[in-house]
C-alpha cells in the first residue's frame, strides 16, 4: 500500500511539482505523516510547511501564464521527476521503505508529467482555452495530494 501512495504523489508532482511536497509537508506538520524520527523529520517543521506552500503557490500562478514552457522540456520533466523521487522517498521512510518510495514516486512523476501534458491539452482543445484546463489540474493536484497524504496516517 505503501508503494502505491508513493506512486500516486509522484503522479501529483508529475502534474505540480511543488504541490506534492506542500501536501508532504502539511501532512508531517499535521501528523498525518509519522515523519519524525526519519531522515525525513524536517518535512513536519512548520519552516517545509511555509516554504513548499509558498512554492506551490508561485507554481500554481505561473503555470497559467503564457510564457510558462513545456512540462516535457527537460529542466521541467526533470523537476517533476527529482520532485516525485522526493515526496515518495517521504512516504517510503514512514514505513522504513525509502528507496522503495523514491523509485515509485519517480516513476508516477514521469506518469504524472506524460499524462497531465496530454490531458491538460485535450481539455484546453475541449474548452477552447487552457485557463479552465489549468484550473481543474490544480484541483486534482491539490485534492489528490492532500486524500494521498491522509490515506497513509
Known sequence: MLYILALLI???????????????AWGGWLG???????????MGHWIAVGIFTIL?????????LPSTPS????????????MGAFTGAVIGATGGATIGGLI?????AVIGTLGGA???????????????????EDAVAIIG?????????
Do not use: H, S
Open 10 to 24: 509522484g503522479v501529483v508532482a508529475g502534474l505540480r511539482a511543488m504541490t506534492a511536497p506542500a501536501a508532504v
Open 32 to 42: 498525518w505523516l509519522p515523519v519524525a524520527g526519519t531522515w525525513a523529520g524536517f
Open 56 to 64: 506551490a503557490i508561485v507554481e500554481l500562478v505561473t503555470d497559467q
Open 71 to 82: 512540462r516535457k522540456v527537460p529542466q521541467q520533466f526533470g523537476a517533476r521527476i527529482v
Open 104 to 108: 515509485a514516486g519517480a516513476i508516477g
Open 118 to 136: 496530454e490531458l491538460r491539452k485535450r481539455l484546453a482543445l475541449a474548452f477552447g482555452k487552457d485557463r479552465p484546463a489549468a484550473l481543474i
Open 145 to 153: 495530494g492532500l486524500l494521498i497524504v491522509a490515506a497513509v496516517a
